[in-house]
C-alpha cells in the first residue's frame, strides 16, 4: 500500500461506533492489513486531556464557542501527531469521530454557524479528508437506552447529559451532511444487531476500499 486509508466512523453517542470500529479493525487486522484506531475526542496524550474536559459533567457553564474550540484544538493534535503519520506510514487509520461530529453537534445541535466551523475543521485538519465515512445511524431514544445499560449506576458525561430534543437536530444533522456528500458517505440502521451491520460494514470496505489498494 503507497498511502494510507482513512476511515471515520460517525454518529450520536451510544450508536454502537467503538463497537463497530473494533469489529472492523479486528477483520482487517486478520487480513494483513496495517491498522491503526483511534477516536475523538482523545487519540494522543493531550487529546485524552481535552477529552477529560470537555466531557466532564462539571463544566455544565462552558459556552458552545467554547466547546467547539477544545474539540479543534484536540483534532489540530490528533491530525498532526497520529493520523496523519499513520496515513504516510501506510496504515489503514479507522478513527470515532473526526470533522462531522463538529459540523453535526456544534454546528446543527448548538447552532453555531456552518461556514465558520468548515473553515475551522479545514485548518485544523490541514484539509485532511476520510476516503469514507460510515454514519451508524439511529434514533436518540434508542441509543439513550443503550448509553445507560452501558453504564448502569454511572453518571453519563456531559454531551450525553443532553437532552433527546437535542440529539434529534444532531442525528438530523448527520443525515443532511450524509446526502450532501454520497461519494464518500454511507448511512447505515445500526439499529440491528451488532454482527448485522459488521457484515454489511465489511462487505462495503471490500468493495469500495480493499479493491483499490
Ligand atoms: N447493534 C447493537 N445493538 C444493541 N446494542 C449495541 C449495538 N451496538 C452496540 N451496542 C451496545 O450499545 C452500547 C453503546 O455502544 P458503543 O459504545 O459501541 O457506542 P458508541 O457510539 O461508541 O458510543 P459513544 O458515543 O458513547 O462512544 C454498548 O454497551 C454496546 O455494547
Ligand atoms: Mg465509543
Known amino acids: 500500500m503507497k498511502s494510507g486509508i482513512f476511515i471515520v466512523f460517525e454518529g450520536i453517542d451510544g450508536c454502537g461506533k467503538t463497537t463497530q470500529k473494533d469489529l472492523l479493525a479486528d477483520f482487517l487486522s486478520q487480513k494483513g492489513y496495517p491498522v491503526e484506531t483511534t477516536r475523538e475526542p482523545g487519540g494522543t496524550l493531550l487529546g485524552e486531556l481535552i477529552r477529560e474536559l470537555v466531557l466532564n459533567p462539571k463544566y455544565q457553564e462552558m459556552f458552545p464557542l467554547t ?30 469521530r473526526y470533522t462531522d461530529s463538529t459540523l453535526a453537534y456544534q454546528g446543527f445541535g448548538r447552532g453555531l454557524d456552518q461556514a465558520m466551523l468548515n473553515q475551522l475543521n479545514n485548518l485544523v485538519t490541514q484539509g485532511l479528508k476520510p476516503h469514507l465515512t460510515i454514519l451508524l445511524d439511529i434514533p436518540p431514544e434508542i441509543a439513550r437506552i443503550r448509553l445507560v445499560s452501558r453504564k448502569p449506576g454511572l453518571q453519563l458525561d456531559r454531551l450525553e447529559q443532553e437532552k433527546l430534543v437535542f440529539y434529534r437536530r444532531v442525528r438530523e444533522g448527520y443525515l443532511a451532511l450524509a446526502q450532501k456528500r454520497p461519494d464518500s458517505y454511507v448511512v447505515l440502521d445500526a439499529c440491528q444487531p451488532p454482527i448485522i451491520t459488521h457484515q454489511i460494514i465489511r462487505q462495503l470496505v471490500e468493495e469500495r476500499i480493499l479493491v483499490n489498494i
Not at 474539540?71 to 478513527?95: E, F, M, N, W
Open 67 to 96: 466547546e467547539t474550540l477544545l474539540y479543534l484544538t484536540d483534532r489540530a493534535q490528533h491530525v498532526g501527531q497520529k493520523i496523519i503519520p499513520a496515513l504516510k506510514a501506510g496504515r489503514i487509520v479507522i478513527s470515532e
